[in-house]
């Protein structure tokens, strides 16, 4: 698990930005395939991904990168648990929304954050989003809408589904994931990736363990089979460390709006793995939609390249 780490690590020198983010969309990919499969609460598998995450990066970071944990400054570390606070408030609304509508639906409506990135990146960061970037933005949101058209208008063919509550969620999601994403791209300029990610990682844990304590249900925080506790530890390696980690890395070299649009290939990405493993057969709109999603990251990333 610590050689895992380890090649994160190594990307200051041996990957490009755009590389790595190619490796992180293929990873977050399976994220919704991993959830899916789990059978505990949506607050439980959240919580033990970010907790997992968060034990494998802490050895690294309380001993190779001691001293840039101490010289985190108080604003510094403010911001580090707003971003993971947003981080929590994003599992927390996404894992639920998987229970109530179909994977292509939430991980299509989950990365409609580029718009929010956009406009926050534009108000708080003072990015200047180039015309051909926002047109690649447009371009792929219109192919998320068309994915997930079919959900929109066909009542739920599963029992218990609730479409319409499932991508409210998902969008909320979105939100939070904008706010990760934006906090991220400003602190990450100035700390090392994996202390940041570790102290990210830390807040979120806290916050979903309240979460999980204080939700109404009685939550269960032991008693899962053992498949059940792979699949967590996957949540953790897969998107967790190859994922969100090599985004956050890729947020110090690239702007947050091309981040933002880059992973709306997971949509795409998630989508096969549904039909593969799951038998979640896509329909017309959804396969036509995923086509023009991987249009607009084309666009977009190309927009970067020529500013």
């Not at 959830?35 to 050895?59: C, D, G, H, M």
């Not at 979120?204 to 053992?226: E, H, I, K, N």
Request: net charge neutral; glycine share 10%; charged share 10%.
């Amino acid at each position: 698990m610590f050689g895992m780490v380890g090649m994160v690590e190594r990307m200051e020198d041996e990957v490009s930005p755009m590389t790595a983010l190619a490796v992180a969309i293929v990873a977050v990919s399976t994220s919704a395939i991993l959830i899916e499969l789990s059978n505990a609460p949506s607050i439980v598998k959240a919580l033990y991904r970010s907790l997992f995450t968060t034990l494998l990066l802490a050895p690294f970071a309380v001993t190779r990168y001691r001293d840039d944990l101490r010289t985190f400054s108080p604003r510094d570390l403010l911001i580090a648990v707003v971003t993971g606070c947003a981080l929590a408030g994003h599992f927390i609304a996404w894992f639920e929304s998987l229970d109530w509508t179909t994977v292509a639906a939430s991980v299509t409506l989950v990365q409609s954050q580029p718009l929010f990135v956009a406009f926050g990146a534009w108000a708080l960061l003072d990015e200047r989003v180039t015309r051909k970037t926002m047109v690649g933005i447009l371009v792929a949101l219109l192919g998320m809408v068309a994915m997930s058209f079919g959900d929109f208008l066909s009542p739920a063919t599963v029992a218990g589904q609730r479409p319409l509550y499932g991508n409210g969620l998902a969008v909320v999601g979105a939100i939070a994931a904008a706010g990760y994403v934006l906090a991220g791209r400003s602190l990450r300029q100035r700390v090392s990736l994996i202390p940041y990610v570790t102290v990210v990682y830390g807040v979120s844990t806290v916050v979903l363990f309240g979460a999980a304590l204080t939700s109404g249900a009685q939550v269960s925080l032991a008693a899962y089979r053992p498949t059940e506790w792979v699949l967590f530890l996957g949540m953790a390696v897969g998107p967790g460390i190859f994922g969100h980690t090599v985004i956050n890395w890729a947020l110090k070299y690239v702007e947050s709006s091309v981040v933002s649009v880059t992973l709306l290939g997971e949509p795409v990405g998630s989508t096969v793995l549904a039909l593969v493993i799951l038998g979640q057969v896509p329909g017309v709109a959804t396969m036509v939609g995923g086509a023009v999603v991987l249009g607009g990251i084309y666009v977009a990333s190309t927009g970067r390249e020529s500013r």
